[in-house]
């Protein structure tokens, strides 16, 4: 069971270039998000889903599109990358929408210059 | 208006003693949970430990337990005999269930505090 897995781990980009952060789960979650953590900012939602073909907007997500087109994979691509992406980006699944069980992937580090 | 609030970026605690980390928080949800997270120097999020709005009695993990205040909206993590292994950045975080402040199901997040664990 690999519960959820990002990749990459870590990224250095071009300012301008585009990348697609790939997030996949193997446990049928139907809630899956992304967050992103600077430093002294704790972890700030950027998108999220709470099943296939349905996505919605967190606290930062300018900058950032996502698609669900199926339960288990939850892509975040960076369609033209700045240096204020800089960071360490988290993906999270669980069942639904409630209860405590929430898995988070490893984190990529993602760096813009 | 912030709806975690961990007052403490920093904190020091002799190994072997206990250590209260704080969190407040802010949700007119009637149901909602809250979490703990370690995030040690690797960099992974780990969970300790959770509170339900319901829940009567206080949540414990081993040598975590959560000293839940409903009505001061209180959630203050206390770590007893701390280890040196216990160094790391702690966040309190809520999930509000029943989307009164439209973010039904999402985890948001306090700053965090750093523990660090004398030896």
């Known amino acids: 069971n690999a519960g959820v897995t990002q990749t990459p781990k870590f990224q250095v980009l071009k300012t301008g270039q585009s990348m697609t952060l790939q997030c996949a789960q193997d446990m049928n979650h139907e809630y899956m998000s992304w967050y992103r953590q600077d430093p002294g900012m704790g972890l700030r939602l950027i998108h999220y889903s709470v099943g296939a073909g349905i996505t919605d907007q967190g606290e930062v997500p300018n900058g950032y599109n996502v698609s669900r087109s199926t339960t288990e994979d939850f892509p975040l691509r960076l369609l033209s990358a700045a240096p204020s992406q800089t960071s360490v980006y988290f993906c999270a699944s669980s069942k639904g929408t409630g209860g405590n069980t929430i898995y988070f992937g490893e984190g990529s580090w993602l760096t813009v210059v | 208006a912030q709806k975690i609030t961990q007052t403490q970026p920093g904190m020091f605690v002799q190994e072997k003693e206990a250590v209260t980390l704080d969190c407040t928080y802010d949700?007119?949800?009637?149901?909602?949970?809250l979490f703990w997270y370690k995030q040690p120097s690797s960099g992974e999020m780990i969970f300790l430990i959770y509170?339900?709005?319901?829940?009567?009695q206080n949540a414990t993990e081993g040598r975590y337990s959560l000293n839940f205040q409903k009505a001061r909206k209180s959630a203050n993590l206390v770590i007893s005999a701390s280890q040196l292994g216990d160094s790391a950045m702690y966040f309190c975080?809520?999930?509000?269930?029943?989307?009164?402040?439209?973010?039904?199901?999402?985890?948001?997040f306090g700053k965090g505090t750093k523990l660090s664990v004398k030896p």
């Open positions: 975080a809520m999930r509000e269930f029943l989307n009164y402040g439209g973010s039904q199901g999402n985890l948001i």
């Open positions: 509170q339900g709005s319901y829940d009567q």
């Open positions: 949700t007119s949800d009637p149901s909602y949970g």
